[in-house]
Nanobody, 114 residues
């Protein structure tokens, strides 16, 4: 499973670093992504870090985020800068694509408001 931490309430323009720790899976052999979701909306993939370290970002976060991983620690990270109110969501990490036998973690709440 995954456990996400690092969410908080911040002002617009602020920064946050989210962390995700995996357990019970072969983390180093899996592409991992950060997803976010708001109530009533579908979960969307916003950043991916592949096993070799290459990265992909959604248009929503491109230029404002850096995704990384430490496979020795089975951890992934999402550094977000210049946060906007529309970044408000619960953030999750999971495999890319989602492997349905792996449960979703609790997520971590990011709230961006004046």
């Amino acid at each position: 499973r995954f456990v996400e931490t690092g969410g908080a309430s911040v002002l617009p323009g602020g920064s946050l670093r989210l962390s995700c720790r995996a357990s019970g899976i072969t983390f180093r052999y899996l592409d991992v992504g950060w997803y976010r979701q708001n109530p009533g909306q579908e979960r969307e993939l916003v950043a991916t870090v592949r096993t070799a370290g290459s990265t992909v970002y959604s248009d929503a976060l491109k230029g404002r985020a850096t995704v990384s991983r430490d496979s020795d620690k089975s951890e992934a990270y999402l550094q977000m800068n210049n946060l906007r109110p529309e970044d408000t969501a619960v953030y999750y990490c999971h495999t890319v694509p989602v492997r349905r036998l792996i449960p979703w973690g609790p997520g971590t709440q990011v709230t961006v408001s004046p």
